[in-house]
């Protein structure tokens, strides 16, 4: 059993090194395509809400 556990994290370690870690300029570029994209949705989600509750009210009364 020991045997085997050191083979996999012997086998985990040179798979690591393997591994294109992304730099500091694409890790920032790509957090910001993210939430910027977050904001939209948010956006875009607010304005169907506040559309539908009108939509709802005006029905309703």
Do not use: C, H, Q
Not at 28 to 54: E, K, M, R
């Amino acid at each position: 059993m020991l045997a085997k556990t050191t083979d996999f994290l012997a086998n985990v370690k040179g798979e690591l090194k393997k591994v294109t870690w992304p730099t500091r300029k694409d890790t920032l570029a790509s957090t910001t395509v993210v939430l910027l994209l977050v904001v939209v949705v948010a956006v875009f989600l607010w304005v169907v809400d506040s559309g539908l509750s009108a939509l709802i009210r005006v029905l309703l009364r």
